[in-house]
């Protein structure tokens, strides 16, 4: 599979990370605020960004993987990450906290969305902590619907959350849903009102 194409919106350029955006990783990933609602814990150092990331994108990318730098036009320098795979092809995505509410990880999505659609891509899920409904509102501008919300003990932070799945069906299919999270969670739900 080809490497897929760096990407350009009004403000923002999505690339392929490089050995130089070492600073830019650390900033990302050592922000406390930005990792509030992922996964991993706050990074402690720029090699230990470095070998994060490095470990996440390992090997050649999948024909429905893409990984992105989300910079801004005007430095090219990264304030966030876009990525895109699994078997559910998720979308997920992350920014520094000073970058937040300014619509760049809407608007950095969708020229994703946009891209995957072009390449094929059936259709895509994204998920969001049910305690931060700011990341759910990015996945309503990008057309995405809410499907159900599943509880996981949330590793490496072993914490019980309540996510809500969300998915886009690109081949207008509207009747798939992904289960995978919903078969995997002994708790889901789907939520009235959304």
């Not at 509030?36 to 470095?50: D, G, I, K, M, Y």
Request: net charge neutral.
């Amino acid at each position: 599979m080809p490497e897929h194409p760096t990407l350009h919106t009004p403000r923002l350029t999505l690339r392929r990370f490089a050995p130089a955006d070492r600073d830019a990783l650390f900033a990302i990933f050592s922000d406390p605020r930005t990792n509030t609602f992922l996964p991993w814990f706050p990074l402690q150092s720029r090699e230990q960004a470095l070998e994060f990331y490095a470990s996440r994108h390992a090997g050649p990318a999948a024909a429905w993987e893409y990984h992105y730098a989300v910079c801004r036009r005007e430095d090219d320098l990264p304030i966030g990450y876009l990525d895109l795979g699994g078997d559910c092809h998720d979308l997920g995505y992350g920014l520094r906290s000073d970058c937040w509410g300014r619509g760049y990880a809407a608007e950095a999505a969708a020229a994703l969305v946009a891209q995957a659609r072009r390449d094929g891509l059936p259709w895509l899920t994204a998920t969001h902590d049910v305690n931060n409904p700011r990341s759910g509102r990015v996945m309503q501008k990008l057309g995405m619907r809410y499907c159900y919300t599943y509880r996981e003990q949330w590793q490496p932070k072993n914490i019980p959350v309540s996510f809500r799945l969300y998915q886009l069906n690109l081949d207008g299919d509207l009747r798939r849903v992904c289960r995978r999270y919903w078969d995997a969670s002994a708790e889901h739900w789907v939520e009235s009102g959304l």
